[in-house]
Every structure is written in structure tokens, then in C-alpha cells.
């Protein structure tokens, strides 16, 4: 808790949203002569600009207290990048368990900033991917291999670290295949190949099914019987869940929409969590192919989804099935309520931007392009 409460609430307002998630990394550490651990990350970055704000290691599972700290901290000495210091107009968490605690510390500070839990895009975690082989190359005993394959594994991700900071598309195809002649169940490295070095649409797809099969034989069929439902907090799950979500949207790209609604459907089943976003792809489907109960089902397992995307296909699907009803009336305001700049470019009146953005928020043009790229 910072030395003055009161020095917070008097902090000038920036207008972004930070996001702040908590991760174990895969790297083992071991300090002095106590065993070996896996220590955990918090990270908070701005989503406006993508930059660090503020970052802590700890030892085990990290408390309210303790990720209030690293924000706290963060607030009152940000990196240099970030300039003066300051206070986020809002918070988003990906962990539900810190929401109430996270409030009543921010209440206690004097702060009414929003706070509230979403999903987070790949790119957040793509950080922690890059900081955790910056902690690996630094700390100073890794691993604690049980076997041979472990450490052929824990190799071939040190070399994707390597790839994943390296500017030359042949480099890092390179090191790909480098990290591939150590251990053939390094999914990353086929997820790697099959965006950058992949001259087909079928060789895409070849990989990424290679790399969702090597995902799975390197986490071992009982580690999914174990995890099925909690793979979102499991870092050691996302090498898989990219393959796999790649697969699913190379699937689609050659109009194999059932398979490709199987992956989406399992991908969620494993992490209902949905941090990458498949939820979305998979309602789109859906409801392209009529699959409209499938389709509800969806929407209620995510009733709390507030994109606009979400609500207009409830309108959408009330109007399907009871026609122009009174809650299909009801449902259609909501939505316009939320974000009223969809139905200019659902009617034609407006025309989608080709250029992909790079972010966007609540009730924007830009939430709504994407919304309407995507029907």
C-alpha cells in the first residue's frame, strides 16, 4: 500500500485501461539452497500503447495485496515511457478471484477507477512469453528436468525464445527448425513455420495440425483428463491452444466449417476462460450455418459479454425464431443502446474500413467494423 492514500486519488487521470494478468511461468528458478520453483509473474500493460507498466516475480500463487503493489507502484513511478505519473481511468483483470479484493484495495486508496474482468488478446500473453526468456537467460539456476525429454523440451523453448525477439523472418524459420531437431514436440515451433514459411493454405494446415499434435503429446493425455476446464492459467497450455486455434482457422479458410466448429467447440471446452478470443469465430459459424441452438447456448455460456458482436447476434437470433416480438425489440435497443453505430454499416449506409485496426473500445466505429468485417 503506498506510504499516501490521499497522493493517489490527487494523481491526473489518464484515459486508458490497463490491463493487468498473473501467470506461472515455465521456467524453473532456484535461489540459494532452496529447491527449485516455479515463481509467478504479474504484469500490468496499457492498452493503449502495449507498454510494460509495471511487473513483479513472486514465489507462489500472488495475493490481491500483493498485484495491488505492482499498481500501485506502477501509478505513482511508471516506466519512463509512460511519462509522469498517473492513475488508469479503468482496470481490466483476468482473474475473477482478484475483482472484489482489487475494488475494496482501490476503495481503500481512495480510488474510483472501474475495474472489471475480460478476456485479454493474444498479444498480452506474447509478453510474457518474451519476458520470461529475458528471466530465463538471467536467472541464475533453471530447470529441473526430470528426464531427457523434459529437458529436450525446456531446450527447444529457450530457441523459441530466441526466435520469437529475432527481426529476420529467416532467422526465425531457422531457429524453428533448430528447436525442432531437438524435440519434435515443440508446438510452438510449427506454429512458427505454418505463419511464416507455409506456401499453401494446405501446408498451413499441415503444420498446425502438427503442432496441436505435438502439443499434445509434450503436455500427455493424463494432463488433459486433469486440466480439462483450467487450461487458461496453465502457461504451459498455450504452445497447444495456439496450434490448435490455427488449425481451426486454416479449417475455415477451406470452407471445412464443421471441423473447424469441432476445434472451436473443444478449444473452449478446455479453456472456458477464452483469453484468445475463440468464442467469437465460433459464434459467427454457428450462426452462418444454422446451427442456432448451438448458437444460444453460446451467447447464455457468455451472458456477461458486453461486444457488440454479442448482443446483436442475440437481437439477431430473437428475431429468427419469435420474429419482431416484444424481446426481440427489447434485446435490438440494448444493443443500439451499447453501441448505436452498428446498424449504419449492418444496412449498407456506411462502408467497413479495409485497413485492420489495432484496437478499439467500448460503444466505438471501430468495435463495429470489426463486428460487421466479421457477418
Not at 91 to 119: N, R, Y
Not at 213 to 222: C, S, V
Not at 332 to 355: D, G, H, M
Request: charged share 25%.
Amino acid at each position: 500500500m503506498p506510504s499516501s492514500k490521499r497522493s493517489l486519488s490527487q494523481l491526473p487521470l489518464l484515459d486508458d485501461t490497463w490491463l493487468i494478468g498473473t501467470s506461472r511461468l515455465q521456467t524453473w528458478a532456484k535461489e540459494g539452497d532452496n529447491p527449485p520453483t516455479r515463481p509467478y509473474l504479474i504484469l500490468i500493460a496499457s492498452s493503449n500503447t502495449g507498454l510494460i507498466c509495471g511487473s513483479n516475480l513472486v514465489p507462489e500463487a500472488p495475493s490481491a495485496a500483493q498485484v495491488g503493489d505492482v499498481l500501485f507502484n506502477a501509478m505513482q513511478h511508471p516506466p519512463r515511457e509512460l511519462g509522469k505519473a498517473c492513475r488508469p481511468r479503468s482496470i481490466a483483470l483476468a482473474d475473477t478471484a482478484l475483482l472484489e479484493p482489487l475494488q475494496i484495495l482501490l476503495k481503500d486508496a481512495g480510488l474510483d477507477t472501474e475495474v472489471f474482468v475480460a478476456g485479454f488478446p493474444d498479444e498480452f500473453y506474447e509478453i510474457i512469453h518474451q519476458m520470461e526468456g529475458m528471466i530465463s537467460r538471467v536467472a541464475g539456476d533453471l530447470g529441473s528436468p526430470s528426464n531427457d525429454r523434459d529437458s529436450a523440451l525446456a531446450r527447444t523453448q529457450q530457441v523459441m525464445y530466441r526466435a520469437s525477439e529475432e527481426n529476420s523472418p529467416a532467422r526465425r524459420i531457422t531457429l524453428a527448425h533448430e528447436s525442432l531437431s531437438l524435440s519434435e514436440d515443440c508446438a510452438d515451433a510449427y506454429v512458427l513455420l505454418a505463419e511464416e514459411e507455409a506456401d499453401s493454405v494446405k501446408r498451413t494446415l499441415e503444420l498446425y495440425k502438427q503442432g496441436m499434435d505435438a502439443g499434445a503429446r509434450a503436455l500427455g493425455t493424463k494432463y488433459f483428463e486433469e486440466n480439462a476446464g483450467d487450461f487458461w492459467g496453465l502457461p504451459e497450455t498455450r504452445p497447444y491452444r495456439r496450434a490448435r486455434q490455427g488449425l481451426a482457422e486454416t479449417l475455415w479458410r477451406l470452407k471445412r466449417y464443421e471441423e473447424a466448429i469441432e476445434h472451436y467447440h473443444e478449444l473452449l471446452r478446455l479453456n472456458p476462460g477464452d483469453n484468445q478470443g475463440n468464442r467469437y469465430a465460433l459464434l459467427d459459424l454457428l450462426i452462418q450455418f444454422e446451427h442456432y441452438k448451438e448458437a444460444l447456448d453460446l451467447l447464455d455460456q457468455y451472458r456477461d459479454e458486453w461486444f457488440a458482436v454479442w448482443l446483436y447476434s442475440r437481437a439477431l437470433l430473437e428475431f429468427q425464431g419469435n420474429g419482431a416480438s416484444a424481446a426481440a425489440k427489447r434485446i435490438l435497443r440494448q444493443a443500439i443502446e451499447e453501441n448505436r453505430f452498428v446498424p449504419a454499416y449492418l444496412t449498407s449506409q456506411k462502408r467497413v474500413p479495409n485497413r485492420r485496426v489495432d484496437y478499439y473500445g467500448w460503444g466505438t466505429r471501430l468495435r463495429q467494423s470489426i463486428m460487421r468485417a466479421s457477418t
